[in-house]
């Protein structure tokens, strides 16, 4: 295919302004798919993504369009909204010459289209703008074409106005992408070099990698080798993406499509890495700047007998999830598990329920945190830090725009949902890592009957010891059972109590009501106690079930 008729391109937007919609037309329109009402969202292929209406993972079509008697091959590549799933828009805009920003005609610009429309502009991508749903009664596309040209300097002549539902003006859409998105600078004469840019894992084939094939070309049987690994393979398939895997002989440079070559674990596919011929080696390609864990969670089995099925799982999810950081752990609580790291909340709820749906596995899920760089010495004297304003920038008289630093921390919990109900959902959010920074964060231990429970500890800010301590103490309270003596249950900082909560002593003894009684009832009555002690954990005197530890430690 010749490759000034290839155009690459992806699909940004914030999270809901109809990027999977605009894909199923475009997909319709050139054939791909039919045009039934079954086929809907179609390159959200995962269950979760389904269910929640949100796209989680990038995905590639390669669409064939005919234009003034030419024929196109155009790769899409859908990508997810949502701020935890931009490393997925970078990548895929690596990939790609140019992007079709997507901006709701009733909600207007909003946090994720500013985020994704400045990936796509540092990456010096061809941007059409693109106004959508405005079948809407409450549109209003000119206040939107106003706001792109204020915020983002695109002339407002540049804007398409369409309704993705309807199919108003997709064909416009596609001649867009024809006529204004260059084609990859890319020559079949140079040697082969593609560069990967998504991967997954498939039982029966081992990994099946997503490339761009930035020159020559590269054929069923070839020897490619890995620029990272330095290891060689042998190709044992290839071929487009329609979104369907559709075998070729050949994949040519500026093409989009898959390739498998015996690789058997996903990091031998490292997303970002380069492939070229044995027999041709070339300079590597920049790659990615690895994801980095946000959020951390621990990961726990139901019951430790699921422990062995439970780490597959995870061992196979986070093959096809490689942003994921997996560490061993083990909680005196809740047995052997691990430390998950995520790249914010959604991510983390996703991955759960990956789990649940795809590999059937029942975990426990502790409360996230975020990581913190503890210097060990008495200067934490350094004041307290709350969240500082950066700037603002009105983008219309209904909307601004405003930049915060905000400590991690306060934001993972549950920032995003308060943001949203405070503002009736008008408000929208995105973050970016903005280093470490000093704050006045102290250990904080609870205690039963003055022995302190290691697992509870936590690292809290200063000022939030004090409700933290108490809600943990009041949880306590509901889950531990009443014993022959009094417990007293205590929140402290170093030797300073701050928190308490205390379980009045237990009267009665299991075997009271039957006093004379017959014997296998009493024998019955004292296996149950024996069985509910195998549950406890013991904390100098008191005996603690399981299930005090997980509603202290869960997520709620
Ligand atoms: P994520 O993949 O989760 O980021 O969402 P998305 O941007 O892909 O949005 P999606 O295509 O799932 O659309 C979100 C909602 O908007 C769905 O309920 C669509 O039916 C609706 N929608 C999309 N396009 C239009 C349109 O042109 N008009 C109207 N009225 N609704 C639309």
């Given at each position: 295919?010749?490759?000034?008729?290839?155009?690459?391109?992806?699909?940004?937007?914030?999270?809901?302004?109809?990027?999977?919609?605009?894909?199923?037309?475009?997909?319709?329109?050139?054939?791909?798919?039919?045009?039934?009402?079954?086929?809907?969202?179609?390159?959200?292929?995962?269950?979760?993504?389904?269910?929640?209406?949100?796209?989680?993972?990038?995905?590639?079509?390669?669409?064939?369009?005919?234009?003034?008697?030419?024929?196109?091959?155009?790769?899409?590549?859908?990508?997810?909204?949502?701020?935890?799933?931009?490393?997925?828009?970078?990548?895929?805009?690596?990939?790609?010459?140019?992007?079709?920003?997507?901006?709701?005609?009733?909600?207007?610009?909003?946090?994720?289209?500013?985020?994704?429309?400045?990936?796509?502009?540092?990456?010096?991508?061809?941007?059409?703008?693109?106004?959508?749903?405005?079948?809407?009664?409450?549109?209003?596309?000119?206040?939107?074409?106003?706001?792109?040209?204020?915020?983002?300097?695109?002339?407002?002549?540049?804007?398409?106005?369409?309704?993705?539902?309807?199919?108003?003006?997709?064909?416009?859409?596609?001649?867009?992408?024809?006529?204004?998105?260059?084609?990859?600078?890319?020559?079949?004469?140079?040697?082969?070099?593609?560069?990967v840019?998504?991967s997954n894992f498939d039982?029966?084939r081992g990994v099946v990698a997503n490339?761009?094939?930035?020159?020559?070309?590269?054929?069923?049987?070839?020897?490619?080798?890995s620029?990272?690994?330095?290891?060689?393979y042998?190709?044992n398939?290839?071929?487009?993406?329609?979104?369907?895997?559709?075998?070729?002989?050949?994949?040519?440079?500026?093409?989009?499509?898959y390739i498998i070559a015996g690789m058997k674990d996903v990091k031998e596919a490292q997303?970002?890495?380069?492939?070229?011929?044995?027999?041709?080696?070339?300079?590597?390609?920049?790659?990615?700047?690895?994801?980095?864990?946000?959020?951390?969670?621990?990961?726990?089995?139901?019951?430790?007998?699921?422990?062995?099925?439970?780490?597959?799982?995870?061992?196979?999810?986070?093959l096809n999830?490689?942003?994921?950081?997996?560490?061993?752990?083990?909680?005196?609580?809740?047995?052997?598990?691990?430390?998950?790291?995520?790249?914010?909340?959604?991510?983390?709820?996703?991955?759960?329920?990956?789990?649940?749906?795809?590999?059937?596995?029942?975990?426990?899920?502790?409360?996230?945190?975020?990581?913190?760089?503890?210097?060990?010495?008495?200067?934490?004297?350094?004041?307290?830090?709350?969240?500082?304003?950066?700037?603002?920038?009105?983008?219309?008289?209904?909307?601004?725009?405003?930049?915060?630093?905000?400590?991690?921390?306060?934001?993972?919990?549950?920032?995003?949902?308060?943001?949203?109900?405070?503002?009736?959902?008008?408000?929208?959010?995105?973050?970016?890592?903005?280093?470490?920074?000093?704050?006045?964060?102290?250990?904080?231990?609870?205690?039963?009957?003055?022995?302190?429970?290691?697992?509870?500890?936590?690292?809290?800010?200063?000022?939030?010891?004090?409700?933290?301590?108490?809600?943990?103490?009041?949880?306590?309270?509901?889950?531990?059972?009443?014993?022959?003596?009094?417990?007293?249950?205590?929140?402290?900082?170093?030797?300073?109590?701050?928190?308490?909560?205390?379980?009045?002593?237990?009267?009665?003894?299991?075997?009271?009501?039957?006093?004379?009684?017959?014997?296998?009832?009493?024998?019955?009555?004292?296996?149950?106690?024996?069985?509910?002690?195998?549950?406890?954990?013991?904390?100098?005197?008191?005996?603690?079930?399981?299930?005090?530890?997980?509603?202290?430690?869960?997520?709620?």
């Open positions: 295919f010749p490759v000034d008729r290839i155009r690459n391109f992806c699909i940004i937007a914030h999270i809901d302004h109809g990027k999977s919609t605009l894909a199923d037309r475009l997909l319709e329109m050139t054939g791909a798919i039919a045009k039934t009402e079954k086929n809907k969202q179609v390159l959200d292929k995962l269950q979760v993504e389904r269910e929640r209406g949100i796209t989680v993972k990038a995905q590639t079509a390669s669409l064939f369009y005919n234009h003034e008697g030419q024929r196109y091959l155009l790769n899409l590549i859908d990508t997810p909204g949502h701020v935890d799933f931009s490393y997925e828009v970078s990548r895929s805009i690596s990939a790609c010459q140019g992007v079709l920003l997507i901006v709701d005609a009733n909600q207007g610009i909003q946090a994720q289209t500013v985020a994704n429309f400045y990936l796509a502009f540092e990456a010096q991508l061809t941007i059409i703008p693109v106004i959508n749903k405005i079948d809407l009664k409450n549109a209003d596309p000119e206040r939107v074409e106003s706001q792109i040209e204020k915020v983002f300097d695109i002339p407002r002549e540049e804007c398409i106005r369409i309704s993705a539902k309807l199919g108003t003006n997709v064909d416009k859409v596609l001649q867009a992408v024809v006529n204004r998105i260059p084609p990859p600078i890319a020559s079949t004469e140079d040697p082969f070099k593609a560069l840019f998504d039982h029966y490339i761009a094939v930035f020159g020559g070309r590269v054929k069923k049987g070839d020897k490619i080798v620029a990272h690994l330095g290891k060689a042998e190709v398939e290839l071929g487009l993406l329609r979104p369907d895997e559709h075998p070729t002989q050949k994949l040519f440079a500026g093409q989009v499509g997303i970002g890495d380069t492939l070229y011929l044995h027999e041709q080696p070339v300079e590597a390609l920049p790659g990615f700047k690895p994801a980095k864990a946000m959020v951390f969670a621990g990961m726990y089995p139901m019951d430790q007998s699921e422990y062995t099925g439970l780490r597959s799982a995870i061992e196979r999810l986070t999830d490689s942003s994921v950081a997996v560490q061993r752990d083990s909680s005196l609580a809740l047995g052997a598990g691990w430390r998950l790291g995520f790249l914010g909340l959604l991510h983390m709820e996703v991955f759960n329920q990956r789990l649940e749906q795809e590999y059937n596995a029942s975990v426990i899920v502790t409360a996230p945190t975020v990581p913190y760089k503890a210097v060990l010495s008495s200067a934490k004297l350094i004041k307290n830090r709350r969240a500082v304003q950066k700037n603002m920038v009105y983008i219309d008289d209904q909307r601004v725009m405003m930049k915060y630093l905000f400590p991690l921390n306060e934001i993972v919990v549950d920032f995003y949902d308060l943001l949203k109900s405070l503002s009736s959902g008008y408000a929208s959010f995105d973050y970016e890592n903005a280093g470490y920074q000093a704050a006045d964060l102290i250990k904080m231990d609870i205690l039963l009957n003055g022995r302190p429970v290691e697992e509870l500890t936590t690292v809290v800010h200063r000022e939030r010891a004090y409700s933290t301590g108490k809600a943990m103490c009041e949880r306590l309270k509901d889950s531990i059972p009443r014993q022959m003596f009094e417990i007293a249950i205590q929140a402290a900082i170093g030797s300073k109590v701050i928190a308490r909560e205390t379980i009045k002593a237990y009267r009665k003894n299991v075997l009271a009501k039957c006093y004379g009684g017959d014997i296998t009832r009493k024998m019955k009555l004292l296996k149950k106690q024996a069985e509910g002690k195998k549950k406890m954990r013991r904390i100098g005197n008191v005996e603690v079930p399981k299930d005090a530890f997980i509603s202290v430690l869960k997520r709620k």
